[in-house]
């Protein structure tokens, strides 16, 4: 009918709390998507500022070495290379006719299948190790770029008992952050 005025519609309570609280969770959200962009964004610039700062350290070692030869050859002496302190040991060979000992020793170097693969740190008791089982093993010593294809493309971090791939940082970082 016109000119008359019609009285506004009541809305029912319960649409208005679930209008109240949809509105809140979003502004939540909205608040804690803030947060998480600019807590990624300083942990974006840490990292940055971090592998450059890995990146000078290797190319002081790199000069270092190289004046230290340089030093070596000028003064007519012989430049000896610091030994390697890790290596990467990869088993070859089956199960077959195994010694109880060469056993023993690819259990303790966790390489219990053919085709498996670990890091060891070097000393005498391991270096012996890897004497004692080289027919059934190849070893060398790791480069930068061959550990961080490995680790990005077969590392695996044990979370809450459970085996994880390292698809990126935030996984290393969440676990392992407490340690710095």
Avoid at 92 to 116: A, D, F, S
Avoid at 124 to 149: C, D, N, Q
Wanted: glycine letters at 6%; aromatic letters at 6%; zero cysteines.
């Amino acid at each position: 009918i016109p000119g008359t005025t019609m009285a506004p519609v009541a809305v029912p309570e319960v649409v208005l709390k679930q209008r109240r609280s949809a509105e809140r969770l979003r502004a939540e959200r909205a608040a804690r998507a803030l947060k998480a962009k600019a807590t990624h964004k300083a942990s974006r610039q840490v990292a940055l500022r971090r592998a450059e700062a890995y990146v000078a350290e290797y190319r002081r070692q790199e000069r270092m070495e190289v004046a230290l030869r340089r030093e070596a050859k000028a003064t007519g002496n012989f430049y000896v290379p610091a030994e390697a302190k890790v290596a990467f040991v990869i088993r070859i060979r089956g199960i077959n006719g195994v010694p109880p000992q060469t056993k023993k020793i690819l259990q303790l170097l966790r390489l219990r299948q053919i085709h498996n693969g670990v890091f060891v740190r070097l000393n005498k008791a391991t270096i012996e190790m890897l004497r004692l089982v080289t027919p059934y093993i190849a070893w060398g010593y790791p480069s930068l770029k061959t550990v961080r294809e490995l680790v990005y493309k077969r590392g695996h971090g044990k979370i809450n008992g459970q085996r994880v791939p390292l698809i990126d940082n935030s996984i290393i970082e969440r676990e392992l952050g407490k340690f710095g």
